[in-house]
Each structure stands twice: as C-alpha cells, then as structure tokens.
C-alpha cells in the first residue's frame, strides 16, 4: 500500500515534529549551557580551595627577621645574614627598563591578562603530565608570583597553585596594573638576603634603584627564576648567560633597542666587591650561632665586630683553592686553613675549598687524625720533665706491647738528637719519648694548650691517632708563638644594635691571660720547631727573612696532612684531605699543606709587620741530664693502660714577659 504521509519538508511545525536550531541558536544554546557549567565549576573550584586562603588584611604589613651584619676588624662588610628590606620605590623614579626587564622574562601578557595566563596554564599542564618527577610548572604570572609572596608558601602543590590564581585575579580587581607592578618590584626575594629592587641594587651593585643600567636591570630580572642559582655571585656564568636571554627578550619586545643592548654587553656589570668576593662564610657560619648564644634571638638590626682581617683572609682563600686545585690530581679534595694572633683572634678562617659547593666547615667540625702534628705536645712534655734538645735517643725498632712503630721511610738511623729527631719526624723516637714521659701526661699538656677533643692514651697516640679540628690545632700552637700563654680562638669582639646600643664586649670581665708553657721549655721547643721549617720536613713553608717555626704531619695511609706554624704573635694550621676519609696518593704534610700555608704567609706576614717568635733562646747543656727511666716507663705504663683520671697539669713556670706584637 502506498505510504500517505506527505514529505518531512512539507510536515507541519507543531504536533509530533520539532524544528531544528538554527546555527545562532545553537551556540546561545550550547553558551548558556557552558555558562551555567561553569559557574557551578568556579563556585565548586572557590568552595574547595577559598575556604582556607591566607588572611589578606595585612597586605602591607612586612614580617622579617632582623639583618644581621657582620664586619671585620677595620669595620669592613663581611657579611649580612637575616632579612633587608629597603624603602620602597615609586615605580615612576625607576628607568622605564627596569619594569620593562622583568615583565620581558617573566609575564610578557602582562598588561592584558585578568591576573592568570590561561595558555601559560595549558603549557604548564601539559608539562607537568609529560614530565616524570622533579617540580611542578604552573605559568605564573607577576600577578601569581606577588599573591604567592605576599600570601602562600612556595610549595610546589595543585592546592596552593589554585589558591594562588584565586588570590591573583582578587589582587588585579583591587588594585591596578602599575600598583600591582610596584608591589612585585618591592617585595620580590633577589637572594642574599635582600627584598625589593632597592634592596637587591643596594645589595649587589651599591646603588639606589633608580640608578641601575639596562644590563643590572637585566641581571636582576633573570635572578626570578631562582636567586640562588642565577646568582651574579656564586654563579656569575649561569646568571650571566640568564641577563643575555633577558635583554634579547627586551629587544624582541621593543623595551630597548639592539643598539642599547650592544651597549649593554660592552659595559660588564660590576657586582658589589665585598659580595662578589664572597668572603669568609664559613667564618661567618661559625660565629652566626654564638651570636645568638651570647645575645638571644636578634628583635633588633644588629652589627657584629668580628676579629677577622679580610685582606689576609682573601690571601687565605686563595692558597687553599689553588693548593686543592693542584692537588687534585694525587687526591687531594678538601683543604681548611685557620690562622690566629697570639690573643686567640681568628684572622682567617677557611672551612673549605669552595663554599657554594660545600658548606660543610672542616676548619671547626671535622675531627681528622693529627698524624706528627701532635709530636709538639709529646716532646714539651718530655721539655718539662727536663730533657733538652740535645738528649740523645736511639731510633731502632720498638715494640710497646703488641704495637711496633714503623718511621716513614721504613728505615731506622740510629743515635740522635731530640732536635733532629722532631726535625725529621722520627716515629720510633717520638713513640719511645711518649712511653717514658706518660701518654697521659701528653694529653694532659694537650688539653692545657687547646686540644679539647677526645684524646686516648694508647701508645700510638704519640704518632698523633688523636682526633682534632685546624680551629684546636691553631689555638694549642699559639703558646709556642706568644711567650707560653693560652689563646682560646674566637671571632667576635662587639655586638651592638644598628643604633649603637652594645650588647656584648668581649674585652669586658676579659679574664687575666694564663700562662701553660714556661722556661725553658718553651725556649727549647721552639729551637726544636724552627729546625723543622729550616732543615726539616718542613722546609717547603720557608719565607724568606721571617722567624718561622711549624710541623708537618701525616697519617696512616695518608689519608690526612698537616702543616702548622707560627711565627711571633701569629700562628696557622693547615689541613688537607678527603671528605669521605680515603686515602690520598702519597700526600704528605711536607708537602701540599706546607705550599699552602708558605702561600698564605708569604702574602699575611708583610701586612702584619710580624716579629720575631718571643722568648728568645737558651742554649741548652751538651751533656745529657740523668734520668730515671724506672720511673717514666712506670709513668708510660700507667698512662697506657689508663689506670685513673689524667693527671692535673701541672703549673708551669713563669712565661717570659715579652709583650708580644698582636
């Protein structure tokens, strides 16, 4: 039967049919649907991440921690550790290149965007799901990156990313794009402790902002993809190579001209010289936790007078880098080096070859074996006891209990002096010497000099199996260069307020100096130790026209090496060795530790205008004095098997009066 119904075309628009949406219809139709979805996407997205945002009322309230600042003897910038913050700066007083620097490198939208980036997001995404690990990626923008300093942490997470995007468009709708730019300039983190253009310019080119040149601008704006990594002071390379991206960006965007940013590369930026020295902050981590322990957490600016000289601690720098340098190929990796006057203040303070590789501080935390170092302390106690430099010993096998000594070149010389026994760094000898005096009569003259650390009584002990820091090696050395008085080392002297207020002295109840070596022990020991420097093992750290002292020492497999040595007033330890306590090839305090300390002294001691070492000297008797060798083996035993508490040091005699120069 034939179909009645008439065509679809010439159906009638009610009853049973329905008519199709134009296109204008379909897209109001499919706009409004989105648009409701979407609200009910960004109320659900406010309900989930508004709900515990950061209170916005202080928005321009700043909380920091007080600076510290930190100057050396001649009142010289150190350091500044803490927060600086400077006045802010009116965006109009700035060079119009400065903003422009960063919104080239870090928002080039940013003039037309409502707070948030959305292809910057997309990216970011994508990003994010194809990388596997490592941060997130989120487009911020300046608007973004300023609601998350003022506001939120830096954690890389979804919730804080979404916080932040809610708090930038809140910020773009209070506050206009030249207020938002201004804020971001005044309170961005540029590293070093510095907040704020005016701050950073000061910190790093001792400048005010409006002042800064096209390329400072730009070495400034790429410091925002990480201040310490892009560092114009620890990492001049990477930070310049960032400044060059930033001013091809500037030109791409018309901020400046190619012929400006020709110029710019033709004028090198010259960072602050103190901060591009990076000086002494292992000295500065040394004294930066005492500060705190002598005048409480800082409420306060504060200014801290140190005991440091920064030219000799420069000088100190410098041979420690290019003695591990050229080291290296026998296995040398680390080096610290701390020197002191004979009062005990530290002038340089080395706590490793390379500070923005390893903040680790060798000079006062690692505790390496002495090696022949710690000779000194067992032959001024056989000095004390009435031997002189010119008792004669023996050196041939020994055997104490189960433990042999075996010299360093595996050979044995016979009879000899104590001066050249000490000169040449005779083990038998100095473990023989040891055994008669009584390892703990050594330790306790150690301990009376400065070695504060764990020191055991076994026999080998004497070959320096003691465990110390360059910082212990360098006090107890320095009674031997300023007439026999104890030198407990440190390194501030003042803390006052940015005001004036003082807070701490150290000369203030400075108790009366105490003498630990008298005569002629001391006269002798420091025969013994110029015959090291002169004819000895020694002989490397020789500066010519200076009365010098010292000695080398080495350690199992050597795996440590020593030099130090002092001359009137002034004294320097050097240490060189591994991290991990392997083994160097054939390293010996002679050698790469005596170069670096002749290094560092070669060019300290013209500065210093240094003295000759006090005391002068007493010939001592050709004639060997009678000893009673029952008695000090009796004395040895005991202090080998540690049968009681070391003996009390006894009192020495009375040091010589000289007044010694520092």
């Known amino acids: 039967m034939a179909n009645s119904q008439p065509p679809r075309s010439q159906r009638p628009a009610g009853g049973g049919g329905r008519a199709r949406r134009t296109p204008l219809q379909a897209a109001l139709y499919w706009g409004a649907v989105l648009s409701v979805w979407g609200l009910i996407f960004v109320a659900a997205f406010f309900a989930v991440f508004a709900v515990d945002l950061p209170d916005t009322s202080k928005l321009f309230e700043v909380e920091r921690q007080p600076s510290i600042s930190y100057l050396d003897r001649s009142g010289a910038l150190v350091a500044v550790r803490g927060s600086q913050y400077a006045p802010p700066v009116d965006l109009d007083t700035l060079p119009d290149y400065v903003p422009k620097a960063f919104i080239a490198i870090e928002d080039r939208w940013f003039y037309w965007h409502p707070g948030f980036n959305p292809w910057g997001i997309v990216r970011s995404q994508i990003y994010n799901m194809t990388s596997d690990g490592g941060p997130l990626r989120g487009g911020s923008t300046i608007t973004q990156q300023l609601a998350r300093n003022l506001f939120l942490t830096p954690a890389q997470t979804y919730r804080r990313k979404a916080q932040e995007l809610i708090l930038a468009v809140w910020l773009e709708l209070r506050f206009s794009k030249k207020e938002i730019l201004e804020l ?6 540029f590293g070093g402790g510095a907040y704020g253009i005016e ?18 601008s730009a070495l400034l704006a790429g410091m925002m993809k990480g201040p310490s990594r892009y560092s114009p002071v620890s990492a001049t390379e990477r930070a310049a190579r960032r400044a060059t991206i930033v001013l091809d ?14 110029e710019a590369f033709n004028n090198p930026v010259r960072v602050n010289p103190t901060l591009a020295n990076q000086r002494a902050q292992y000295f500065v981590d040394w004294i930066d936790d005492e500060v705190r322990g002598l005048v409480g957490e ?24 290019r003695g591990v340098a050229a080291g290296a190929d026998q296995g040398i990796g680390q080096g610290a080096l701390v020197a002191l006057d004979g009062e ?11 500070y923005a590789e390893s903040q680790f501080d060798r000079a006062a935390m690692a505790q390496r074996q002495a090696g022949s170092a710690f000779k000194p302390f067992v032959y001024l106690t056989a000095m004390e006891q009435g031997r002189t430099p010119n008792v004669r010993m023996v050196d041939e096998p020994l055997r104490i209990g189960d433990w042999e000594p075996r010299n360093y070149n595996g050979e044995f010389r016979g009879e000899m002096s104590l001066q050249q026994a000490l000169a040449q760094s005779t083990n038998t000898i100095a473990a023989r010497l040891a055994n008669e005096v009584g390892t703990g009569n ?16 076994d026999p080998s002990m004497a070959l320096g199996a003691v465990e110390v820091t360059p910082l212990q090696m360098a006090q107890a050395y320095a009674p031997f260069a300023n007439g026999g008085f104890k030198a407990q080392g440190y390194g501030i002297e003042r803390i006052r307020t940015a005001d004036g207020r003082v807070l701490y002295d150290h000369n203030v109840d400075k108790p009366q100096r105490q003498a630990v070596i008298g005569s002629p022990a001391l006269q002798y020991m420091n025969q013994m130790m110029r015959g090291v420097v002169t004819s000895g093992t020694g002989t490397a750290a020789q500066v010519p026209n200076y009365d010098l002292a010292g000695k080398t020492g080495t350690t199992n497999d050597y795996r440590d090496a020593w030099f130090v040595g002092y001359t009137g007033g002034f004294v320097a330890a050097v240490w060189v060795g591994k991290d991990d306590n392997t083994t160097m090839r054939r390293v010996s305090g002679g ?7 002749r ?9 210093l205008n240094a003295q000759p070492i006090p005391g002068g000297v007493i010939e001592p008797p050709q004639t060997t004095p009678v000893a009673d060798p029952i008695g000090d083996l009796l004395d040895g035993v005991g202090g080998m098997i540690g049968g009681g508490p070391d003996p009390a040091p006894a009192e020495p005699a009375a040091a010589s009066p000289e007044q010694i120069p520092y």
């Not at 701050?199 to 400072?216: C, D, H, M, V």
């Not at 050698?591 to 300390?597: D, G, S, T």
């Not at 290094?599 to 500065?607: K, T």
């Open 184 to 189: 971001y300039l005044n309170r961005v983190y």
């Open 199 to 216: 701050a950073a310019s000061q910190r790093y080119f001792n400048k005010p902002a409006p002042q800064l040149t096209i390329g400072e």
């Open 249 to 262: 960006e500037m030109v791409r965007l018309g901020a400046i001209t190619p012929e400006q940013r020709t």
């Open 298 to 321: 800082p409420t306060d600016d504060l200014v801290v007078e140190t005991t440091l000289d920064l030219p000799i601690q420069t000088a100190a720098e410098q041979a420690v880098r």
């Open 344 to 354: 005990g203040r530290v002038r340089a303070y080395v706590g490793g070859a390379d």
């Open 442 to 457: 050594v330790a306790a003259t150690a301990r009376r000099l400065g070695i504060t650390g764990k020191i055991q009584l």
């Open 591 to 597: 050698a790469a530790p005596a170069r670096i300390w």
């Open 599 to 607: 290094d560092f002294m070669g060019a300290a001691l013209p500065r």
